[in-house]
């Protein structure tokens, strides 16, 4: 029996460190494009940061690594090295909740009307709680996984983060069409935290705005 705890024990500790070693994008070199303020373009192998405090780009050049903040950047676009899919980024004016206006990289999901749909990543660590039926007990763990921050610019340029904690608080930002929003987020048992299913939801949400905008 105490080899079976033992064994059950093995597992558990090996599935938590295949969890916890889990890759995210951020963390990979893409092959890429920089459009730098000066008119300045660089392309080679590419690394992102969109972390608070870390937010930067770096680019390998002739063999030496470049680094540059938001406010030097205009734009870059990567190949991303895990999809296999373009993915491209804009360096973008965004007031802070304090009220002072400062450049981020946004990566750009949705050119629609009225709602371009942009997005932020940043990797967070939860703890969850198991059931070990070797040892009859619960144990905890932690991990890291990718959550995804939504904003939305609209026709004036204004960006806005979009509040995702609730479905209520989400449906805020469409309007008078929320209830269809609402209705079909249901009907399609979408999750709006997540990237691909949020973005389902702007491109149902800009169908509905759609002729009003044609006919302004």
Do not use: C
Request: charged share 30%; glycine share 6%.
């Amino acid at each position: 029996m105490l080899r079976i705890k033992i064994l059950g024990l093995i597992s558990a500790l090996f599935l938590s460190f295949n969890i916890n070693a889990q890759e995210f994008p951020s963390e990979y070199w893409h092959f890429g494009e920089v459009d730098l303020n000066d008119g300045t373009t660089l392309k080679g192998k590419l690394k992102y940061s969109l972390e608070e405090g870390v937010e930067s780009i770096q680019i390998i050049v002739n063999g030496v690594i470049k680094s540059f903040g938001a406010q030097n950047v205009r734009s870059f676009q990567i190949m991303d090295a895990m999809t296999r899919r373009e993915r491209y980024f804009y360096s973008l004016p965004f007031k802070q909740s304090k009220g002072y206006v400062k450049n981020h990289f946004f990566e750009l999901l949705e050119d629609g009307e009225p709602y371009i749909l942009l997005i932020r990543e940043r990797i967070a660590e939860i703890s969850e709680t198991s059931y070990d039926p070797y040892w009859g007990s619960n144990y905890n763990s932690r991990r890291r996984v990718l959550v995804y921050d939504f904003y939305l610019m609209d026709m004036y340029a204004e960006i806005r983060q979009v509040d995702t904690r609730k479905l209520e608080t989400m449906l805020v930002y469409f309007g008078k069409y929320k209830d269809k929003v609402e209705a079909f987020i249901k009907v399609n048992k979408l999750d709006y935290q997540d990237r691909e299913d949020f973005l389902q939801i702007v491109r149902y949400y800009d169908t509905l705005v759609e002729p009003e905008v044609t006919n302004k």
